[in-house]
Antibody
Framework: EVRLVESGGGLVQPGGSLTLSCISSGFTFSSYEMNWVRQAPGKGLEWVSYISSSGTNIDYADSVKGRFMISRDNAKNSLFLQMNNLRAEDTAVYFC??????????????????WGQGTLVTVSS | DIQMTQSPSSLSASVGDRVTITCRAGQTISTYLNWYQQKPGKAPRLLIYAASILQSGVPSRFSGSGSGTDFTLTISSLQPEDFASYYCQQSYGTPYTFGQGTKLEIK
């Protein structure tokens, strides 16, 4: 059974830092690209960051670029999100999501096929 | 960034109804479109990928269609467990963007 379990959320003051973790099980973690997606209270979903299976390719939403850093440890089946200089607008539930690909004959389709339960980050003084 | 617009934002329907949710992309995205269901306090669940392919384990009453800029998610006969929020998402390129969501409520 595929499982993704996030941890590390909590209350942090504006300007502070926090590191989220996502521990995976039930699949070969090193073979999959991974993402972080967040959801502010009562709002919709926002993609935050992507990392390739080897960790060499990384991408970020403009809203977090320069402040957040995604990484992974394939030996420990773990995904991380280091968040610095946090702002009130970063308050959200943060989900890790597995990225699955499918070749449709023309190109690769990508989708998030498994998600963790999320961890809440609250940025407030 | 590719803007995704869903309609309606909310919808009231009864068990057994046929329901359609629409998603429009701000530019052509071929069939790089996914649909997710989310219940309160839970993680999103993948329903449909590549615009029309049903994810394993998802009931066949869910279907997706469309290409280019206009897409639809259809639930052929609503069941009590289908009352939730639904999101479309484009995977044409990063930043991956989601629609604002459609909340499906019981009439």
């Amino acid at each position: 059974e595929v499982r993704l379990v996030e941890s590390g959320g909590g209350l942090v003051q504006p300007g502070g830092s926090l590191t989220l973790s996502c521990i995976s099980s039930g699949f070969t973690f090193s073979s999959y690209e991974m993402n972080w997606v967040r959801q502010a209270p009562g709002k919709g979903l926002e993609w935050v960051s992507y990392i390739s299976s080897s960790g060499t390719n990384i991408d970020y939403a403009d809203s977090v670029k320069g402040r957040f850093m995604i990484s992974r440890d394939n030996a420990k089946n773990s995904l991380f999100l280091q968040m610095n200089n946090l702002r009130a607008e970063d308050t959200a539930v943060y989900f890790c999501a597995r990225d699955k690909s499918y070749f449709d004959g023309d190109g690769y389709q990508y989708y998030f096929d498994f998600w963790g339960q999320g961890t809440l980050v609250t940025v407030s003084s | 960034d590719i803007q995704m617009t869903q309609s309606p934002s909310s919808l009231s329907a009864s068990v057994g109804d046929r329901v359609t949710i629409t998603c429009r992309a701000g530019q052509t995205i071929s069939t790089y479109l996914n649909w997710y269901q989310q219940k309160p306090g839970k993680a999103p669940r993948l329903l449909i990928y590549a615009a029309s392919i049903l994810q394993s384990g998802v009931p066949s009453r869910f279907s997706g269609s469309g290409s280019g800029t206009d897409f639809t998610l259809t639930i052929s006969s609503l069941q009590p467990e289908d009352f939730a929020s639904y999101y479309c998402q484009q995977s044409y390129g990063t930043p991956y963007t989601f629609g604002q969501g459609t909340k499906l409520e019981i009439k």
